[in-house]
């Protein structure tokens, strides 16, 4: 198989990614646009300003932008072939999407305990699918940085590979703009 | 017309082997088998849902089922032939065609490309289960909200209906990430885009309608099952909710799904009238760019869907004018193919009467289609069986007829052997026959006001003549198909050997014997053409006298001229599809098997992350026809 020799010369897995990010625009995009639909339809409360915690979500948001910049770093040290820093980044990749997570959970139980469910009215239908799925593709995300991390660990993870760790940053950086748009469309404009 | 004389030497078959080596395929060719033979299958299990179905309304009162198995029977025969019929028939096209046609070994994800068929046939197993634990789906294929809620459809039909119409979505997703780079980025050398056969970029434009349609519905139908399973509230009014959304959601999908299952048709039908009226597509980028515009307004039209919802004068103005544009980048389409025809030196074999019948009968469900752009004239044809005139003249006229083309033409370079040429020509005039005698007096009925969808009739309304005379049409069709099938088994018993290009073709998939060795092409080819074969075959001047010989892109060589490395078969995909219909098809019965299936393919996406694509004991293919 001569699969290194491509028509535009981008490797067929990054172009792949690509085209994924083309079709989860979609899936988001449908997502967000029932989110704002139903915006004030809700026939009870609690609505999105009695319950929405602005300060703590600005945080997680926070956190999550600065994974991205330890993903960034992360390509970089392995493209160097430096194992260290590497698994560094890695990490802190890991560190930082597993905080985010650690904030979602806390997010979720204390809108359950507050009284918004997922049945309790359409504000929690839409926001709890919508920035659940935005967790499970952050979840997944985390499941592949440990992959790698174990891969660099295993010494596996040398330039020639910096492909593996490519793909898996443009999802990252992906995942990471959603919420951008989620943490503004949600959260800011209420 | 005359064979060339490549190809000469049979090659062992592709197809040998036995099951496990069927189960475990990466060939882009063994999977669009696969998914044909799928496909075929399922057009009789959904031929048969429609002979019950104009049965039953025959003749008035009818009472061969009750209104319920009614409702399952519609409901299947529209959601299997639009999912199990037409859209695999076409990926099997794609998946046979495209790495043949762009000069590619295989596709870019041989073991993606076998994980989506084989999510994509789970998906088929779970939809007819249903049928065994007697609770089938019964809201229509589009599944309108309310019809479906666990209020008013508490049983499990619904259920099978959206988890298996939610796998098949990721196999449609993952097939068209798949197909869309190997379409951009395998091509061989020389081959632009403007270069590639009108096949591939109708093809590439309907993975690029999968990829943005597939998620929408993929989002619809969460909320249905969040619906449905946890008793959330996104489609019921009295929590403030809306049924239209689903209508919004299910048609920002359905409509530009109509064009993915009559794209690849445009596609099959641009590639056969050049070869059989001798002369090269008339105006084919116009063509290419009609299917761009298609598709690109395809996304901007799906509220005339539901003029009868109740938008208001706005939004039915705007989606009625869309709609009419959209009649115009056809209409080019047409003229195109016309214009192919026009003046050439047409030859008259099995494939072109099913591409000349397909412009005949799209063009009238073209022009119907035309009629309820407009929403006045839609609110009095909705919901009426002039609809069903129209859309049975759109997908079985135009599609399947196509589809049908499609298989005549290519089935020698798929088997090596040729379908029976007088056989061919019965099984399309009898099927032509079949399909108006069923199909145009439901234009009559619609407009006499008879509505969709009613199980039964009373007599004496004026219904009863045209029923009767669709019935009749409908085992007549039914005869047509079947000769097909005939066709299929005695060709595969006893047809006559295929050569490598028996219909003096233009493209690369015919520059290979019939059926293509493993590795497709022993020389990856330099294309220096459109019609890469004419030009070697006939020189620039497409002269048919003269043949050149200079030029273009010359026949494959019997053998391998460098070592051919193929990549390893793997169950992996299998596996790992296996557990994902698992785990969806789990959630009817509880938080085990979901985590089993969940688990299941966990493991098998890591094996195959892991699992280097070509493996010591991969088909290795040595220069002079040596092979390991």
């Known amino acids: 198989m001569s699969a290194h020799v491509t028509t535009f010369g981008i490797p067929n897995r990054k172009m792949a990614m690509w085209v994924f990010i083309g079709s989860e625009c979609m899936f988001f995009g449908s997502l967000i646009a029932t989110y704002l639909s139903y915006k004030g339809k809700s026939v009870a409360g609690p609505t999105p300003a009695e319950i929405l915690n602005i300060p703590l979500t600005s945080v997680s948001t926070f956190v999550l932008l600065m994974s991205s910049l330890a993903m960034v770093l992360a390509l970089d040290a392995v493209q160097r072939d430096q194992t260290g820093q590497a698994k560094l980044w890695i990490g802190g990749v890991i560190a930082l999407g597993g905080l985010f997570l650690a904030g979602q959970v806390y997010e979720f139980s204390h809108f359950y305990h507050e009284g918004l469910t997922l049945q309790q009215n359409l504000f929690g239908s839409t926001f709890f699918v919508l920035t659940g799925f935005h967790g499970a593709h952050v979840t997944v995300g985390v499941i592949w940085m440990a992959t790698l991390l174990l891969m660099a660990f295993r010494g596996r993870l040398g330039p020639e590979r910096s492909l593996d760790v490519e793909v898996a940053g443009l999802y990252w950086h992906f995942v990471d703009v959603v919420w951008i748009v989620i943490f503004t469309v949600v959260y800011l404009i209420q | 017309m005359s064979a060339t004389t490549a190809g000469t030497v049979r090659h062992e078959s592709i197809y040998s082997g036995g099951i496990a080596s069927w189960l475990t395929t990466v060939d882009h060719k063994r999977i669009g088998v696969m998914y044909g033979v799928t496909a075929l299958f399922y057009f009789i299990v959904g031929g048969v849902e429609a002979l019950i179905i104009r049965l039953q309304l025959a003749t008035p009162e009818g009472t061969l089922i009750g209104a319920e198995a009614y409702n399952q029977m519609f409901t299947m025969h529209g959601t299997t032939m639009v999912f199990l019929v037409l859209m695999p028939m076409a990926a099997a096209m794609f998946n046979f065609l495209i790495p043949l046609m762009v000069g590619a070994r295989d596709v870019a994800f041989p073991r993606l490309n076998a994980f989506s068929f084989w999510t994509f046939f789970f998906g088929t197993i779970l939809l007819n289960l249903a049928f065994f634990v007697n609770q089938a789906p019964d809201a229509g294929w589009f599944g309108y909200a309310n019809l479906t809620s666990k209020q008013y459809n508490p049983g499990l039909g619904i259920d099978f209906w959206v988890l298996s119409l939610q796998i098949m979505g990721i196999a449609s997703i993952a097939s068209a990430i798949n197909f869309t780079v190997t379409i951009l980025n395998m091509r061989a050398p020389g081959m632009s885009l403007m270069r590639m056969p009108l096949f591939v970029w109708m093809a590439l434009i309907v993975q690029i309608l999968m990829l943005l349609a597939f998620p929408v519905i993929t989002v619809g139908l969460v909320f249905l099952f969040f619906d449905r399973f946890f008793d959330t509230n996104f489609y019921v009014a009295a929590a403030g909710g809306t049924p239209v959304l689903w209508q919004h959601l299910f048609w920002i999908f359905g409509h530009p799904e109509v064009y993915i299952l009559i794209l690849p048709s445009f596609g099959?039908?641009?590639?056969?009238?050049?070869?059989?009226?001798?002369?090269?597509?008339?105006?084919?980028?116009?063509?290419?760019?009609?299917?761009?515009?298609?598709?690109?307004?395809?996304?901007?039209?799906?509220?005339?869907?539901?003029?009868?919802?109740?938008?208001?004068?706005?939004?039915?103005?705007?989606?009625?004018?869309?709609?009419?544009?959209?009649?115009?980048?056809?209409?080019?389409?047409?003229?195109?193919?016309?214009?192919?025809?026009?003046?050439?030196?047409?030859?008259?074999?099995?494939?072109?009467?099913?591409?000349?019948?397909?412009?005949?009968?799209?063009?009238?469900?073209?022009?119907?289609?035309?009629?309820?752009?407009?929403?006045?004239?839609?609110?009095?044809?909705?919901?009426?069986?002039?609809?069903?005139?129209?859309?049975?003249?759109?997908?079985?006229?135009?599609?399947?007829?196509?589809?049908?083309?499609?298989?005549?033409?290519?089935?020698?370079?798929?088997?090596?052997?040729?379908?029976?040429?007088?056989?061919?020509?019965?099984?399309?005039?009898?099927?032509?026959?079949?399909?108006?005698?069923?199909?145009?007096?439901?234009?009559?009925?619609?407009?006499?006001?008879?509505?969709?969808?009613?199980?039964?009739?009373?007599?004496?309304?004026?219904?009863?003549?045209?029923?009767?005379?669709?019935?009749?049409?409908?085992?007549?069709?039914?005869?047509?198909?079947?000769?097909?099938?005939?066709?299929?088994?005695?060709?595969?018993?006893?047809?006559?050997?295929?050569?490598?290009?028996?219909?003096?073709?233009?493209?690369?998939?015919?520059?290979?014997?019939?059926?293509?060795?493993?590795?497709?092409?022993?020389?990856?080819?330099?294309?220096?053409?459109?019609?890469?074969?004419?030009?070697?075959?006939?020189?620039?001047?497409?002269?048919?006298?003269?043949?050149?010989?200079?030029?273009?892109?010359?026949?494959?060589?019997?053998?391998?001229?460098?070592?051919?490395?193929?990549p390893s078969p793997s169950h992996w995909p299998l596996v790992a599809a296996a557990g994902l219909t698992l785990a969806g098809g789990g959630t009817m019965i509880g938080l085990l098997p979901v985590l089993l299936g969940v688990a299941v393919l966990v493991i098998a996406v890591y094996w195959w992350a892991f699992q280097p694509l070509e493996r010591p004991g991969n088909p290795v293919f040595e220069p002079g026809g040596g092979s390991g």
Do not use: C
């Not at chain 2, 109740?310 to 389409?333: E, Q, R």
């Open chain 2, 268 to 566: 099959v039908v641009s590639e056969i009238l050049p070869t059989f009226s001798r002369k090269p597509l008339f105006g084919a980028p116009f063509v290419i760019f009609s299917g761009i515009l298609i598709g690109f307004l395809g996304f901007g039209v799906w509220s005339h869907h539901m003029f009868t919802t109740g938008l208001g004068p706005i939004a039915d103005t705007a989606f009625s004018l869309g709609t009419m544009l959209i009649a115009i980048p056809t209409g080019v389409k047409i003229f195109n193919w016309i214009g192919t025809l026009w003046g050439g030196h047409i030859v008259m074999r099995t494939p072109l009467y099913f591409a000349v019948g397909m412009i005949a009968l799209f063009i009238v469900g073209g022009l119907s289609g035309i009629m309820h752009a407009s929403t006045p004239i839609d609110l009095q044809q909705h919901d009426s069986y002039f609809v069903v005139a129209h859309l049975h003249y759109v997908f079985f006229g135009g599609t399947v007829f196509g589809l049908f083309a499609g298989v005549y033409y290519w089935w020698p370079k798929v088997t090596g052997r040729m379908l029976g040429e007088g056989l061919g020509k019965l099984n399309f005039w009898v099927m032509f026959l079949g399909m108006n005698l069923t199909f145009f007096p439901m234009h009559f009925l619609g407009l006499d006001g008879m509505a969709r969808r009613i199980y039964t009739y009373p007599a004496g309304v004026g219904w009863e003549q045209w029923n009767i005379v669709a019935t009749i049409g409908a085992f007549v069709l039914s005869v047509g198909v079947l000769l097909f099938y005939l066709n299929v088994v005695r060709s595969l018993r006893s047809g006559e050997a295929a050569a490598a290009d028996p219909w003096d073709a233009a493209t690369l998939e015919w520059s290979m014997s019939s059926p293509p060795p493993e590795y497709n092409f022993a020389v990856i080819p330099n294309v220096n053409s459109a019609r890469p074969l004419w030009l070697y075959k006939y020189g620039p001047t497409r002269d048919i006298s003269k043949r050149s010989k200079e030029d273009g892109t010359p026949p494959q060589p019997d053998h391998p001229v460098e070592r051919i490395e193929l």
